[in-house]
């Protein structure tokens, strides 16, 4: 009893974080106070709790509780839209990999060890480059890559399940493939490769973040973590609040949807015996 408290207590605390980042970037417009690229010359580099400006103001006066919230907004957006065709491509292929082996498989594989050979973060930026900065190359690069690490989640639990009897079954029912993979093999995938899209998230949202760090992610003025840490660094010793309050939000979003992901494993795993 006392374990299943705790595994819930895990997913709860997880999804109340997550909820709130999510409830403050989908609010933005409603609750911040001032607009994020506003700017007020004569209140450069406030402190924390200075009069109007709750956690401080930026080297250009802009209100530093704004953008990071605008800021989430932007980059939780781009990380979740990010991560929908390579979730669901990697879970398919992997699907019709394991199901069919053969030839399916042996391609599958290909494709997969192929983009395995190339450094992550050398692909990134090369694609950063090459179609210039902004949101498109993130798109881009997660699109050709993303996917793999479900395709092998999903091709895994295929292969592990398509000789079950309850399979064969179905496929004795007069059932099509499709059928079997969507309604028989897809519903036992989807757990596992949920609580890798926690921890795929977790990773997306730090390259996004090193990105705009880089200048070669999401484009000024729009608010983003990566970028506001950037631009704090020259001030580190006399204003720290400029890199260090984003760089806290990057770790608090970290830990929310590594939370998410350790309650629903806890959740869906089966106890021995």
């Known amino acids: 009893m006392g374990d299943k408290r705790r595994r819930k207590k895990t997913l709860l605390i997880g999804a109340f974080m997550i909820g709130l980042l999510a409830v403050l970037a989908v609010l933005a417009p409603v609750i911040c106070p ?15 709790g200075s009069e109007g400006h709750l956690l401080g103001t930026d080297q250009l006066g802009r209100d530093i509780l ?12 781009v990380m979740v839209l990010a991560e929908i065709v390579p979730f669901f491509t990697g879970i398919f292929l992997g699907m019709a990999s394991g199901y069919f082996g053969g030839k399916v ?15 992550y973060y050398l692909l990134v930026i090369v694609v950063a480059f090459v179609t210039g900065a902004g949101i498109k190359g993130i798109f881009i690069t997660f699109m050709l890559v993303g996917w793999l690490l479900y395709a092998r989640v999903a091709k895994g639990v295929t292969a592990s399940l398509r000789k079950c009897e309850w399979v064969e ?18 519903p036992n995938v989807l757990p596992q ?54 760089g806290l939000m990057v770790v608090y979003t970290g830990i929310s949807l590594s939370l998410v992901g350790d309650g629903l494993a806890d959740f869906w795993r089966r106890d021995d015996g």
């Not at 690229?37 to 450069?44: C, F, G, R, S």
């Open 34 to 48: 001032y607009d994020p690229l506003e700017q007020d010359l004569y209140h450069v580099l406030q402190g924390p």
């Open 66 to 77: 704004t953008r990071l919230i605008y800021a989430g907004r932007t980059d939780l957006a």
């Open 105 to 119: 498989k042996w391609l599958v594989s290909l494709v997969t060890d192929t983009f395995i050979a190339f450094p």
């Open 169 to 186: 079954a179905a496929k004795v029912m007069g059932y099509s493939d499709l059928r079997i993979l969507l309604t028989q093999v897809l």
């Open 193 to 246: 490769a949920i609580v890798v899209l926690m921890t795929d998230m977790t990773g997306l949202l730090v390259t996004i973040v090193t990105l705009g760090y880089l200048g070669i992610g999401i484009t000024p003025p729009t608010p983003d973590w990566g970028a506001m840490i950037s631009e704090g660094q020259n001030f580190v010793t006399t204003a720290w609040w400029l890199s260090v309050l984003p």
